[in-house]
T-cell receptor, first 114, second 114 residues
Framework: EAGVAQSPRYKIIEKRQSVAFWCNPI?????LYWYQQILGQGPKLLIQ????????DSQLPKDRFSAERLKGVDSTLKIQPAKLEDSAVYLC????????????FGSGTQLSVL | GNSVTQMEGPVTLSEEAFLTINCTYT??????LFWYVQYPGEGLQLLLK?????DKGSNKGFEATYRKETTSFHLEKGSVQVSDSAVYFC?????????????FGGGTRVLVKP
């Protein structure tokens, strides 16, 4: 079974630039999550989708972050404009349904904002 | 609000040693508790979970018991192997949390030497 795929693996940008991350969840998983993991901290949920609808985006900085899952499968997370404090690993995860407590995580995209 | 506190690492120990990673939580009501593990270069994986007081989760020789009286969920393994070297995250999910929102601790890096 293929796991959660994310790209790119690494990204280096300058502050005020924009960046986008892509995620392909496990086939058949209705729920998709984006987490932000700052160095030395645990992952923090940014947004959760159920199919193509948003379940929880309470911790997403909506002035600069946006995410979509238009067809209920792949998802993109965008930051525009980036700030230094956005340097982190961005993790995508998926689960079969919104109440399923077993999440499968991708390897993440490591973002460095200079 | 909900929070998880776990011991800071790194924890360095020899093969066949006993491992304990402390985890305490703050939450109202009765959250579900989890341990996730992140092996080098891989995504986070669910290691074990417990959903109510006095439940014991176990997997791959690891165990953790849900202690409501001490609000703890310490992870233990009697005899570690080099392959157990990883970062371990304690997490909780509040029953009233929107969707499947997990609150993670900061992670504990474990290094097992041969």
């Amino acid at each position: 079974e293929a796991g959660v795929a994310q790209s790119p693996r690494y990204k280096i940008i300058e502050k005020r630039q924009s960046v986008a991350f892509w995620c392909n969840p496990i086939s058949g998983h209705a729920t998709l999550y984006w987490y932000q993991q700052i160095l030395g901290q645990g992952p923090k949920l940014l947004i959760q989708f159920q199919n193509n609808g948003v379940v929880d985006d309470s911790q997403l900085p909506k002035d600069r972050f946006s995410a979509e899952r238009l067809k209920g499968v792949d998802s993109t997370l965008k930051i525009q404009p980036a700030k230094l404090e956005d340097s982190a690993v961005y993790l995508c995860a998926s689960s079969l349904w919104t109440g399923d407590e077993k999440l499968f995580f991708g390897s993440g995209t490591q973002l460095s904002v200079l | 609000g909900n929070s998880v506190t776990q011991m800071e690492g790194p924890v360095t120990l020899s093969e066949e040693a006993f491992l304990t990673i402390n985890c305490t939580y703050t939450a109202t009501g009765y959250p579900s508790l989890f341990w996730y593990v992140q092996y080098p270069g891989e995504g986070l994986q669910l290691l074990l979970k417990a959903t109510k007081a006095d439940d014991k989760g176990s997997n791959k020789g690891f165990e953790a018991t849900y202690r409501k009286e001490t609000t703890s969920f310490h992870l233990e393994k009697g005899s570690v192997q080099v392959s157990d070297s990883a970062v371990y995250f304690c997490a909780l999910k509040h029953i009233k949390a929107a969707g499947n929102k997990l609150t993670f601790g900061g992670g504990t890096r474990v290094l097992v030497k041969p």
